[in-house]
């Protein structure tokens, strides 16, 4: 079976590790933009030129998705795609979800797979040209991966029969996730945060809880890792540190905090759509205090302490709970542990996916 995992400037290794597992069965390779997320994949990889590569400037998406109706193209896709027995791209909108229905039109590809992660019904269709790529997405694509119930629902809601849609979570290497087998003698307690230093993912939330209660718990640290236009605004403060990380080293820097964050806020058009950090916490035996946006209700259940979105007494009130209870810490962390291991491994995850796959190719 010839398949294309085609993320563009998304691609990245967090999610593709779940494809990686199936190239011992499948001819299965990755094409992204010149310039992904990351690259640091187990997969073969085409890039191409796309939109999304251009420098940054003032308003370039908006600038993009008006002259492109969305600037995640990927130039001379078809070409590189023609033959596939499957296309597996990404939600409904996607200037290179657009061209894989075309080449699927044409006779150049036999099916298209479209993983969504998108849970609000009917977003994403301001700009000019947007309703017509995901009505004809929605017609169009054989079957979709939603990620969690609620981006099933939302496909539901627009339109897309059940039957069409499978739920397969993101799962991870949980043998590289895992805690540390070695106990902490250390009296500082760290709290990590692993986040795009945005406003929605709720970091100055954090920030101004953890000075909050630092002015009565002397010995706690704060540590953001990621990169964003917020990163300036969350440096220069006393015991907080601002850094990034490459994937690789990810394990680490989980196993030496005692508490993971991420305090996500809701807005119009966005709420947290899974929240693949709150897996790699799980996964690492990390008691975990977050919000209540968007899906993170169904990916964490009832192992974790959740606060209000863009309330940072909230997360101050849940967070001196955990740092003044060890043993609630433990109880949370074994709990985030199993869960881990029941609904995230990835190789079940990748069964999931192939089973899509076989199914698809009988029709």
Request: with cysteine.
């Amino acid at each position: 079976m010839k398949i294309f995992i085609v993320r563009g400037g998304f691609l990245n290794p967090f999610e593709l590790q779940n494809y990686a597992l199936l190239k011992k069965k499948h001819d299965i390779q990755a094409v992204s933009s010149k310039y992904p997320i990351s690259d640091k994949i187990d997969l073969p990889l085409t890039k191409l030129w796309s939109p999304t590569d251009i420098p940054n400037i003032p308003f370039k998406y908006p600038i993009l998705n008006r002259l492109f109706t969305d600037a995640h193209q990927l130039f001379g896709l078809e070409k590189v795609v023609r033959g596939a027995d499957i296309v597996h791209v990404a939600e409904t909108y996607y200037g290179y979800t657009h061209q894989a229905i075309m080449a699927k039109r044409r006779g150049l590809v036999k099916k298209v797979v479209s993983t969504v992660w998108e849970i609000i019904p009917r977003n994403n269709e301001g700009i000019r040209g947007r309703k017509q790529f995901k009505k004809l997405a929605r017609e169009s694509i054989d079957h979709f991966i939603a990620v969690t119930e609620l981006a099933k629902s939302a496909l539901i809601k627009e339109g897309v029969l059940p039957k069409k849609i499978s739920v397969i979570r993101v799962g991870l290497d949980l043998t590289k996730f895992k805690p540390s087998l070695v106990k902490s003698t250390k009296r500082d307690l760290h709290l990590l945060c692993v986040a795009r230093l945005v406003p929605e993912k709720g970091v100055e939330d954090l920030l101004s809880a953890f000075i909050e209660l630092s002015k009565n718990i002397k010995n706690v640290h704060l540590t953001f890792v990621g990169d964003g236009p917020l990163k300036a605004d969350l440096s220069g403060y006393k015991n907080v540190h601002v850094k990034q990380v490459s994937y690789g080293k990810m394990a680490n820097e989980y196993r030496r905090a005692d508490i993971f964050c991420l305090p996500s806020r809701r807005t119009s058009t966005w709420e947290e759509q899974y929240g693949m950090v709150l897996i790699e916490a799980m996964a690492c035996g990390l008691p975990i205090v977050t919000t209540t946006s968007g899906a993170i209700q169904e990916v964490c259940d009832n192992v974790v302490l959740y606060a209000k979105p863009s309330d940072p007494h909230s997360l101050k009130i849940n967070l001196e709970k955990l740092l003044g209870d060890k043993k609630l810490r433990e109880k949370l962390s074994h709990l985030a542990r199993q869960r881990a291991l029941q609904n995230f491994n990835q190789l079940q995850i990748a069964k999931k996916i192939n089973v899509v796959y076989q199914n698809l190719l009988r029709l």
